[in-house]
């Protein structure tokens, strides 16, 4: 399987020594349930984007210092792209970045987060089990790391898990294309270096608390499976069951 990394960032060098660039920590992430992985980096951010969405059979887009509301030509150029995999009916998966990226190139809002910086592991609740979610579970702590969410989902959207610091934890476009806020890529000792490096812009006590969560089970493995299933699946998107109803934040076309 051909998966084309859609890289909006990648991990500084002084942190490379913990777990690899992000290429490595996707890799780690997904290899268990997809051995015939084969990963084809576009450097996005560099202006490099597939020439045409058959290049890959599916696409991963990473997180990214940038935010997606930034006036950079590789934004906009990835914004064009995302609709391209959209039109094609390819397989799409953003995370925290590429999440916000697929709710803002479709028709979303993406703003920043009044409550400030979402960091360390937090829990969202799914809302909307669906077949490619196997095995199941009502919750999944994650590691977090953004200061934008996304603030209205676009059209033909279905709003899967929400958590109390981020209402669209994760959500799905069409059959095919899926954002999750969280980063299952994320090693805790990572995210542990960033928030040390990122305290001034943090905020001394968010960071506290945060660094406290990282000793907290996390479900990657859970969320790893989950991504690989969706996309070796087709991303088949009939519900199994339902969690407490939410009427979905509403789209902004």
């Not at 690899?20 to 997904?30: I, R």
Request: glycine share 8%; charged share 20%; net charge negative.
């Amino acid at each position: 399987m051909n998966i084309g990394l859609l890289a909006c960032d990648d991990v500084p060098d002084r942190f490379r020594h913990i777990a690899g660039g992000y290429q490595d920590m996707f890799d780690a992430l997904l290899r268990p349930y997809v051995p015939n992985l084969h990963f084809t980096r576009f450097d996005v951010c560099q202006g490099d984007v597939p020439a045409t969405p058959d290049a890959c059979d599916a696409y991963v887009c990473t997180g990214s210092r940038f935010s997606v509301y930034d006036e950079r030509d590789w934004i906009e150029a990835l914004k064009a792209c995302v609709r391209d995999i959209h039109d094609a009916g390819k397989t799409f998966v953003g995370i925290c970045f590429g999440h916000q990226m697929l709710a803002q190139a479709l028709g979303g809002h993406v703003g920043r987060a009044q409550q400030g910086w979402g960091v360390g592991v937090l829990d969202m609740t799914i809302i909307q089990a669906e077949q490619w979610m196997q095995p199941q579970q009502d919750h999944c702590k994650l590691q977090y790391m953004h200061a934008d969410q996304v603030q209205a989902l676009p059209p033909e959207s279905e709003l899967l898990a929400s958590a109390p610091h981020c209402p669209v934890a994760m959500f799905r476009v069409g059959e095919t294309m899926l954002g999750i806020e969280g980063h299952p890529e994320f090693p805790a000792p990572y995210v542990e270096a960033l928030l040390r490096d990122r305290k001034q812009r943090i905020g001394a006590e968010t960071v506290a608390t945060a660094l406290d969560s990282l000793s907290e089970r996390t479900d990657e493995k859970i969320a790893g499976r989950w991504i690989a299933n969706f996309i070796s699946s087709g991303a088949a998107p009939r519900s199994t069951k339902g969690g407490e109803p939410m009427v979905p934040l509403p789209s902004r076309r």
